[in-house]
């Protein structure tokens, strides 16, 4: 992933205020913690690399949006969502814990919560621990229609979060289907959520298409590093125009309806919005 990389939090508020300055809304931050366990209790540690950089964002950027991403798979040995027993992840022994790394992003002053796991009920259960604790202002954006996809790797690479034995087949959704992609985002709608989000997103832009129209919801949409990645090697060997790919899918991913995009070019393509 060109230009791409683990930062540390001073790095991180430069790359933020970059962003800034170049009009970007917002940012989402990933957490690879210094040591991992089997149930990811580094995920809800107040003074983990997510909370401390959610910290410092709200207190030298505070006009910029934190989301933050909520899942294990970056904290467990095992790089699976939730907690392993016998071979299988156990959904609803993981909702707990999802509950427990939503609110110590909100105690932080993250803004919205993502959740990426694709645990049934998780976007129940981070609701009712949000508003139990005083963060009824904490928006939820649900990772609500997430694929199986193989477009993934480099960020699973980056991150260090590949499943260690088998794969996320058993709760990601399989990409030939996409009535479970609407029966996903309804069950998420009905929990409680205040956004869905559609990932991948170039390949998947029937769902992002399908999502808007049936059901009004705001929609997000993440082109992922499989895709940043296809875009900036395809350009180093001089085979596309870099910029025009670019810009070129992030239109067509709006087109299709969304009102979010989550993108690794985001600084890069607010400062060609901003030129053009």
């Not at 230009?3 to 991180?12: A, F, I, K, P, W």
């Not at 992609?181 to 709608?189: H, P």
């Not at 067509?252 to 890069?268: K, L, N, P, Q, S």
Request: with cysteine; aromatic share 6%; net charge negative.
């Amino acid at each position: 992933m060109p230009g791409v990389s683990q930062t540390s939090v001073d790095e991180m508020l430069r790359d933020a205020e970059k962003a800034a300055e170049h009009g970007v809304g917002g940012v989402i931050l990933f957490g690879v913690p210094e040591t991992k366990d089997a149930t990811g209790s580094a995920g809800w540690d107040d003074n983990g690399a997510v909370q401390s950089a959610v910290r410092e964002l709200k207190r030298e950027i505070p006009e910029i949006v934190v989301m933050t991403d909520v899942c294990m798979c970056e904290y467990t040995d095992h790089g699976h969502c939730g907690v392993v027993r016998d071979g299988e992840v156990d959904n609803d022994a993981t909702l707990a814990l999802l509950a427990r790394c939503a609110l110590s992003h909100a105690r932080a002053g993250a803004d919205v919560v993502a959740p990426s796991d694709m645990m049934d009920g998780r976007v129940r259960a981070i609701r009712v621990a949000l508003d139990g604790e005083g963060f009824a202002a904490t928006a939820i954006l649900s990772y609500a229609a997430k694929y199986a996809s193989a477009y993934y790797g480099p960020f699973r690479e980056a991150a260090e979060s590949a499943p260690k034995s088998g794969d996320r087949r058993g709760y990601q959704m399989d990409p030939g289907n996409s009535s479970e992609a609407m029966r996903e985002v309804l069950a998420d709608i009905e929990e409680g959520t205040d956004a869905v989000m559609v990932k991948p997103a170039g390949p998947y832009l029937d769902i992002v298409s399908r999502v808007k129209n049936e059901t009004g919801y705001p929609v997000a949409a993440y082109q992922v590093s499989g895709e940043y990645a296809m875009i900036c090697a395809a350009a180093e060997r001089g085979w596309i125009d870099r910029e025009r790919v670019m810009m070129e899918s992030l239109l067509g991913i709006r087109r299709a309806g969304a009102d979010m995009i989550v993108t690794y070019f985001a600084t890069e393509a607010a400062r060609a919005m901003r030129v053009g």
